[in-house]
């Protein structure tokens, strides 16, 4: 069998890590040594201004076989799917569902992840470095000799289906199903599946991602620290034709050297790749009545520079107790000052049980009104109250941005559910009496 892959536990700590095939590979007492211990080159992977202060100073030291600027010049390739581009399309504000997404047959074409990637809405400025993407994808085969980073911004990866073997510079992480991964910006990675896999990205074009404040919680709950595990340092001196494309202003260039970029053999600091169990999510919410909000489920949130506003917060709907008492239970009807855009893993969602499907997605946009489906709404305002398991076997998430999203093209041509809006046409007015009539005006109903 196969040795399970190794990982270190902690959220943003300053990690150390040698393969083990080279003892001392790692400086000790500093960081740029005349010679490095095996011959190795040092080289520093900034994720933040130099000048950052302490608490959001990012950065990690290699140890790599060949520095990484050893490549040929980048060139630019077709972008496919992948777009910045917001102002071309028309604005959309409807409430938007998407059928599950299609997964190409690797008998018809083969793709990999890179190529499997389709923007679906996003906003902001790759070269002002504010905003967000929101990525689907969809792939049937492993990238070959080839690896992505990405000059934009961190990415956050849902896997819905097929498990991912990513390998960065970092080492390698198997994340599957229920698990996500953050891979921030500049970090080279490749993936490679051993099925047809599909899921989601989020990409923030502004700092990176930290773990939300717990205030009155206190200090456990929600994701905690000691849950998202970093790979160790693991490397392959390869004499290859490799492929590294970047993505850069929202295009893709490639340059090709001749070897291998995971040659990182030993590495530290705190800005590294890692990845997070959903399951392991301890959730909160109401012991006595009425439904918090969402935000309650926050895993992980990049906030902007406005206090408590986020550029992208990841939040998920996780199994849990629903215990509240004489409350309408699911989520409330209501209207956002931010996006929400949905995703669903596996399962149901519980405002919307029918039609919502797992590797689809929905999208409510700023002010659009949203809520739970007719049926929903009766069963819900006519259930026995008792304890139940909300979301049993399911899990969801939801992107929320501050930003005002654009649906791309492709967003808006693929897979759109265009019956969406019928799911809240059943909902019945309660109130008595007719509106149409001017008595009815005048009667005061009882509550
Ligand atoms: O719209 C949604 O389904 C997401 C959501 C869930 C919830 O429990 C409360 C508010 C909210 O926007
Ligand atoms: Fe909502």
């Not at 929903?376 to 049993?392: H, I, Y």
Request: glycine share 8%; net charge negative.
């Amino acid at each position: 069998m196969a040795k399970e892959l190794e990982y270190m536990c902690g959220f943003g700590n300053d990690f150390s890590s040698e393969d083990p095939r080279c003892p001392g590979a790692l400086p000790q007492g500093q960081n740029n040594p005349q010679k490095c211990p095996y011959g190795l080159y040092a080289e520093q992977l900034s994720g933040s201004a130099f000048t950052a202060p302490r608490e959001t100073n990012k950065r990690s030291w290699l140890y790599r076989i060949r520095p990484s600027v050893l490549h040929k010049p980048l060139k630019p390739i077709a972008k496919g799917f992948i777009t910045d581009d917001w102002t071309s399309v028309e604005p959309n504000p409807n409430q938007l569902r998407w059928h599950p997404f299609d997964i190409p047959k690797k008998s018809e074409k083969k793709v990999d992840f890179v190529e499997g990637l389709h923007t679906i809405c996003g906003a902001g400025d790759t070269r002002a470095r504010d905003g967000l993407s929101i990525y689907i994808y969809v792939c049937n085969s492993s990238m070959d000799n080839k690896c992505l980073y990405n000059s934009d911004g961190d990415f956050l990866i849902v896997p819905q289906q097929g498990t991912l073997m990513i390998t960065t510079e970092f080492g390698k992480m198997k994340v599957e199903p229920q698990e996500i991964c953050v891979i921030q910006q500049g970090v080279r990675f490749n993936v490679e599946i051993s099925e047809e896999s599909r899921g989601y990205v989020l990409e923030v074009y502004n700092g990176h991602f930290t773990l939300p404040y717990l205030g009155p919680i206190g200090a456990n709950g929600l994701a905690n620290p000691r849950d998202f595990l970093t790979p160790k340092a693991w490397y392959e001196d390869r004499t290859v034709e490799y492929t590294v494309i970047g993505k850069f202003q929202g295009h893709l260039f490639q340059a090709i050297q001749d070897h291998c970029p995971f040659d990182v053999v030993a590495w530290h600091g705190n800005y590294a790749p890692y990845k997070y169990d959903l399951r392991n999510f301890m959730v909160i919410n109401t012991v006595s009545f009425d439904h918090p909000d969402p935000s309650i489920f926050t895993v992980l949130t990049c906030q902007s520079t406005k206090p408590g506003v986020a550029v992208a917060d990841f939040v998920i709907f996780p199994p849990r107790w629903g215990v509240a008492e004489h409350t309408f239970r699911p989520p409330y009807y209501h209207r956002n000052c931010m996006s929400e855009f949905m995703g669903l893993i596996l399962g149901s969602y519980e405002a919307k049980e029918q039609g919502f499907r797992p590797g689809g997605a929905t999208l409510h946009s700023m002010m659009t009104p949203h809520g739970p489906d007719a049926d929903c709404f009766e069963k819900a305002s006519n259930a026995d109250l008792k304890p139940t398991k909300v979301a049993d076997g399911t899990m969801a998430f939801m992107f929320e941005s501050s930003f005002s999203m654009t649906v791309t093209k492709w967003g808006n041509e693929n897979k759109v559910d265009d019956q969406y809006y019928l799911c809240w046409q059943p909902l019945k007015k309660h109130f008595p009496g007719d509106s149409t009539t001017q008595e009815s005006n005048e009667h005061v109903p009882t509550p």
